[in-house]
């Protein structure tokens, strides 16, 4: 069926009340223009002998709306693989983020120390940083 079914895409439902004579209740009813549908694919009608078409033949429908769903699930399946390891590599990346925040720190504490010890205060900093 591959990409046949993917004309259902362009179908349109509606509701409608068949005429008094075949239902003298009116009941709403739920379905397909067979014209509008013959227009999308001539395969999801049964056409009278002058061609017009006059019913859809829903058994098809059916069958090509299962393949469409089957084809979503699919996909769906993929983008929720996609989105766990997407989030996977996202916790990973935010532990290494911490690791490299905590490297820097330690850094920042082993200047700090060797400047003290230098003798380059907050003091000198700013002399430094102000004669430049």
Do not use: W
């Not at 008094?20 to 999801?44: N, S, T």
């Not at 769906?76 to 990973?92: G, K």
């Amino acid at each position: 069926m591959a990409e046949t079914s993917a004309a259902l895409l362009s179908l349109k439902p509606v509701t409608f009340h068949y005429k008094k004579e075949l239902d003298p209740d009116a009941i709403p009813q739920f379905g397909l223009v067979a014209e509008e549908v013959a227009k999308v694919d001539p395969d999801l009608v049964a056409s009278d002998e002058s061609g017009k078409p006059y019913t859809v033949r829903y058994e098809a429908v059916n069958a090509m709306l299962l393949n469409e769903f089957l084809k979503e699930h699919q996909r769906v399946n993929q983008q929720e693989h996609r989105i766990a390891c997407q989030e996977a590599n996202i916790t990973t990346q935010q532990a290494e983020i911490a690791t490299l925040k905590e490297a820097l720190k330690n850094q920042e504490t082993a200047i700090q120390t060797v400047n003290d010890r230098l003798g380059f205060g907050s003091a000198s900093r700013e002399k430094l940083t102000n004669d430049n």
